[in-house]
């Protein structure tokens, strides 16, 4: 651990600890100032990669949850309909005999694991080893089920790996950047818009794809407000406009591709005219978008969750990949085809084992020479390592039909963040064993027989995986609350499980040798970083295969990641939704961010400061829609889908399409009017588009804000829940 010390008002010394915010994958670097009674505040660090020390409300106020009352310090049983403390031997039995007790009667696959992408690298290792290992079940899946797999899908076939291909510094050199369906000002608010204004004053030009026009869409920008789900054909369109106009980089689609021939002959069939009509945008700036994009090769495309999210997940990446590599944006300076990562630790959340089809360093679990690997160096036996299982929405389902009957959860809160909560609610409760590791109790812990108190990031070390790929430390600051951290659980329920040999681990550290062991060679190599060389670098971007390797931020110069080392184009059509909008349910209602909140809520609405930004879900509504549905100012709206019906607060927005409602999802409202409709090939929820109808809430209507508040599951202290 470096130290490096401050002076305090009252003098006395303060350590400073380097670290990254544990919320979004900018993972925005800061000091943690800590001194005698523990974390005393925080203070900037100005050299921190790619953020420079800058900090959106949410950095600024996260350390506030580490001594937080809040704070889950003993473990918890349910005893009846209450929980009472105990101690961790005694929870950890229980935790430990519930699952064995299910594996013995019903076989390990009625056990399962959901998890999270807030996790470190280590933590991400060891519960997908504990769920292969200990557990002996196939059903692990994580909360990056609903945020990377359409993104992963797309880009793992199209190029052979998923990573953030070009470093964000590269939008310095960029002419034209397409923004689709991201909301930069709320989801990605540090060093992003920044970047985008130096593009504007060098005089390239912005190009935004989404139904919104979120703060950071400036006037001199093109924005294509198309029709919800509608980015395949919108993309498509530009693909055909480019080939038509001869902007298509013809050598490198000869040298470093495959598959132009098809996607070129099914273009050729494409109207734009039809297209702009059916994307509800002018044909005139589907041209004039086009044109900009196919002119130059700095062109670089960020996609966030707008077109991912959708039934069509995946191949409205792919169809965004294929205009990208017609034109050759990538492998270079000044562009790339960039997801945008979103949790904390999103990147290496999926990259280390914790997804139903995945061994870690990105190795495939169907794949017998990975399975070979991953065998050998875990010192088991191939026939030992389950299969496929299922994915997140697919286990809870699972359970709601009691195929599956004993649940860990750890980092996740699928009582608000999954689709459809009403039936979640019933899934969860089906269950017979239901284990939590959270640091604060959760609206999914309600359903909890065991509860253990999880790990803030202030209490542990080890490396995350930034939005880049970029691999960092993060190092303790105070020891953790509850007396034990993650890794430390996860390791005696190894014990418990009888498997405590693969899980001899003293530190986050040696964590970490065996995962760059592991990893060696695999298509996610970490082999060459070490603690010492993240700390005395910036951190280290994987490819790194060994010491002397200085990291890979710029991928794909010379070679894709596919076996054939060629990029491959997929010709797609757009998929309508299984329930499209309808004279019933006449509105799209989109879902998304709130600039103050982080996902489930669970941590910043704990956080005076966070809530008083945004301390409800409010509906924003196109002002010619809210008149014609006779909305009443300062009065409450209820919204209506096929599966639920919440009422919520409700404000003006006309820089929303008028068929289009955006809520933001951090509340229970939200997810209890998104259906499950997963996209086929990822199994992402459709969490964008659902047909939905508004009507002024009847007077006297409890509204969310005063449900947020009484509601026990949205917020919980020590005391409710004893009580
Ligand atoms: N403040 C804050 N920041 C966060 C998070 C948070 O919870 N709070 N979460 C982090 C995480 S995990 C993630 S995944 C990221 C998400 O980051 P983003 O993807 O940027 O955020 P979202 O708000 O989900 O929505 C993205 C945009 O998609 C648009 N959209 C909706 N439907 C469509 C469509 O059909 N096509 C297109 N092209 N666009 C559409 C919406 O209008 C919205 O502007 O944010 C990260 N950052
Ligand atoms: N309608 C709608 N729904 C959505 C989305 C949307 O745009 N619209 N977005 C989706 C996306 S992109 C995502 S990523 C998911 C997120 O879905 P969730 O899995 O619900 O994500 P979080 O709210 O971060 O839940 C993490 C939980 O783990 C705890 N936690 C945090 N760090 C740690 C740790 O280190 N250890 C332990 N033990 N616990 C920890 C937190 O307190 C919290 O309770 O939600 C999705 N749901
Ligand atoms: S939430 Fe994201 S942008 Fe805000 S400080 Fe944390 S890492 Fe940076
Ligand atoms: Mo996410």
Not at 441 to 447: C, E, K, L, P
Request: hydrophobic content about 40%; proline content about 6%.
């Amino acid at each position: 651990m470096e130290h490096t010390q401050s002076v305090s008002e009252n003098a006395a010394p303060l350590e400073l600890i380097k670290t990254h915010c544990p919320y979004c994958a900018l993972n925005c670097g800061l000091h943690l100032e800590v001194g005698a009674d523990g974390i005393e505040g925080r203070s900037k660090w100005k050299e921190s990669p790619l953020t420079e020390g800058a900090l959106c409300s949410k950095g600024m106020t996260a350390h506030e949850q580490v001594h937080h009352e809040d704070r889950l310090l003993r473990p918890l049983v349910r005893e009846g309909s209450d929980f009472t403390e105990t101690t961790w031997d005694e929870a950890l039995d229980r935790a430990a005999d519930g699952f064995l007790r299910i594996a013995r009667t019903n076989g390990a696959a009625a056990n399962a694991v959901l998890s999270g992408g807030s996790l470190t690298n280590e933590k991400v290792y060891l519960v997908g080893k504990l769920a292969r290992l200990g557990l002996r079940t196939p059903n692990v899946d994580y909360n990056g089920r609903f945020c990377m797999t359409a993104a992963g899908a797309a880009h793992s076939a199209a190029f052979g790996v998923d990573r953030m291909m070009t470093p964000l510094a590269e939008l310095e050199n960029a002419e034209v950047v397409v923004v689709i369906g991201a909301n930069l000002s709320a989801a990605f608010p540090v060093a992003l818009p920044k970047l985008l204004d130096g593009v504007r004053k060098r005089g390239g030009r912005v190009i935004v794809v989404d139904p919104r026009r979120s703060r950071f869409v400036k006037p001199d920008d093109l924005h294509l407000q198309l029709r919800p789900g509608s980015d395949t054909t919108l993309f498509n369109a530009l693909l055909a406009d480019v080939i038509h106009n001869g902007l298509i980089a013809g050598e490198f689609i000869r040298d470093r591709t495959n598959g132009f021939d098809l996607i070129s002959r099914a273009m050729r069939m494409f109207d734009l005219e039809a297209a702009a009509l059916d994307c509800d945008v002018p044909a005139d700036d589907l041209r004039e978008a086009a044109r900009l994009i196919g002119s130059t090769r700095q062109t670089m495309y960020l996609h966030g969750r707008g077109p991912e999210q959708q039934v069509g997940g995946v191949d409205n990446v792919r169809a965004i990949i294929n205009l990208g590599l017609a034109c050759g944006h990538v492998g270079g300076p000044g562009r790339g085809i960039n997801m945008l990562t979103g949790q904390r630790n999103g990147q290496g959340g999926r990259e280390w084992g914790q997804r139903c089809n995945q061994l870690p360093a990105g190795r495939s679990i169907e794949n017998d020479e990975h399975r070979a690997v991953v065998a050998e160096r875990w010192g088991v036996t191939a026939a030992d390592l389950p299969r496929t299982g299922l994915t997140y929405v697919e286990i809870l389902e699972a359970a709601g039909r009691r195929e599956i009957n004993g649940l860990l959860a750890i980092c996740t809160n699928m009582s608000v963040s999954a689709p459809d909560l009403n039936q979640v609610d019933a899934q969860m409760r089906a269950l017979d064993h239901v284990v939590v590791i959270d640091p604060f109790f959760s609206r999914s812990a309600r359903h909890a027989d065991v509860i253990l108190p999880g790990t803030t990031f202030a209490e542990e070390s080890g490396t995350i995986t930034t939005i880049e790929g970029r691999v960092v430390r993060i190092d303790q600051a105070v020891p953790p609350a509850p007396g034990r951290d993650d890794i430390e659980i996860l390791r005696n329920l190894a014990e418990r499980f009888g498997v405590a040999q693969h899980f001899e681990f003293e530190t986050p550290e040696q964590v970490f040798t065996e995962m760059r062991a592991v990893s060696a060679g695999g298509p996610v190599d970490y082999a060459g970083m070490t603690y010492s060389r993240l700390r005395q670098s910036d951190g280290l971007f994987w490819p790194c295969p060994t010491i002397g390797h200085a990291g890979t931020p710029q991928l794909f110069t010379k070679r894709f990641a596919t076996e054939d080392g060629r990029a491959h184009f997929a010709p797609v059509l757009e998929t309508p939704p299984p329930e499209p909008i309808s004279d019933h349910r006449p509105l799209v209602l989109t879902t998304g961010r709130e600039l103050a909140q982080y996902l489930s809520g669970n941590q910043t609405m704990r956080i005076p400061a966070q809530n008083r930004i945004a301390s409800r879900p409010v509906l924003e509504v196109h002002p010619d829609t809210a008149t014609a549905a006779r909305l009443v100012e300062d009065e409450l709206v209820r919204i209506t889908s096929s599966v639920g019906t919440s009422t919520v607060a409700w404000r003006a927005n006309p820089d929303l399409r008028p068929d289009t409602l955006f809520l933001p999802y951090h509340w229970p409202e939200c997810n209890r009017l998104v259906a499950a409709h997963l996209d086929p090939i990822c199994k992402i929820p459709a969490f964008k588009y659902t047909a939905v109808a508004i009507q002024p809430a009847p007077a006297g209507t409890l509204g969310a804000n005063e449900l947020a508040g009484q509601d026990p599951a949205s917020v919980h202290t020590n005391e409710t829940i004893r009580t």
